[in-house]
T-cell receptor
Framework: AQSVTQPDIHITVSEGASLELRCNYSYGATPYLFWYVQSPGQGLQLLLKYFSGDTLVQGIKGFEAEFKRSQSSFNLRKPSVHWSDAAEYFCAAGGGNKLTFGTGTQLKVEL | NAGVMQNPRHLVRRRGQEARLRCSPMKGHSHVYWYRQLPEEGLKFMVYLQKENIIDESGMPKERFSAEFPKEGPSILRIQQVVRGDSAAYFC??????????????FGAGTRLSVL
């Protein structure tokens, strides 16, 4: 069965520190991969996507993600976190008909 | 360009009533998807529609739930005889008609359904 795993439910970082959010997927073939961010009471905003090609993809708000086929991972990174980055982050896989989402990682930023 | 528009943003229903959730896709998008988010969980796929056609409803509960995307007007997710367990946030997404871009889904702000 297709699945996406985000092993960290909550992460707390200090403002200015680096960030890495983990995502692993289980699919029959390499799916399209996405990271979305959700602020409280809001919808999901697309941060970045991976379809093929360069395994390091750049997104909005200074985020990037690296696709590693050997580890079935698509981890999200940011070199320096801002207080406004506090939100819930969802990794998703799929394309075409539907997306399969992870359960999300809640990011808290300490000032 | 307006994004994906969902209304209402909040909906309160009593058990046994009907809930109708509306979604207008982004301009030029012909694919609509509905997802449900239960508290403390990720989004779960419900249904994928194109104009006048249901393409994939593998995530829809077998009873009480239906969806449509008519030739004119918004997509509607309808829940009949709501129960407390239907309380959740329902998100709609849309994607453009063709090419690789059709694999990118853009989400609305959601409808938060509360069943009393």
């Amino acid at each position: 069965a297709q699945s996406v795993t985000q092993p960290d439910i909550h992460i707390t970082v200090s403002e200015g520190a680096s960030l890495e959010l983990r995502c692993n997927y289980s699919y029959g073939a390499t799916p399209y991969l996405f990271w979305y961010v959700q602020s409280p009471g809001q919808g999901l905003q697309l941060l970045l996507k991976y379809f093929s090609g360069d395994t390091l993809v750049q997104g909005i708000k200074g985020f990037e993600a690296e696709f590693k086929r050997s580890q079935s991972s698509f981890n999200l990174r940011k070199p320096s976190v801002h207080w406004s980055d506090a939100a819930e982050y969802f990794c998703a896989a799929g394309g075409g008909n539907k997306l399969t989402f992870g359960t999300g990682t809640q990011l808290k930023v300490e000032l | 360009n307006a994004g994906v528009m969902q209304n209402p943003r909040h909906l309160v229903r009593r058990r046994g009533q009907e809930a109708r959730l509306r979604c207008s896709p982004m301009k030029g998008h012909s694919h609509v998807y509905w997802y449900r988010q239960l508290p403390e969980e990720g989004l779960k796929f419900m249904v994928y529609l194109q104009k006048e056609n249901i393409i994939d409803e593998s995530g829809m509960p077998k009873e009480r739930f239906s969806a449509e995307f008519p030739k004119e007007g918004p997509s509607i997710l309808r829940i009949q005889q709501v129960v407390r367990g239907d309380s959740a946030a329902y998100f709609c997404a849309s994607s453009p008609p063709g090419g690789q871009a059709k694999n990118i889904q853009y989400f609305g702000a959601g409808t938060r359904l509360s069943v009393l």
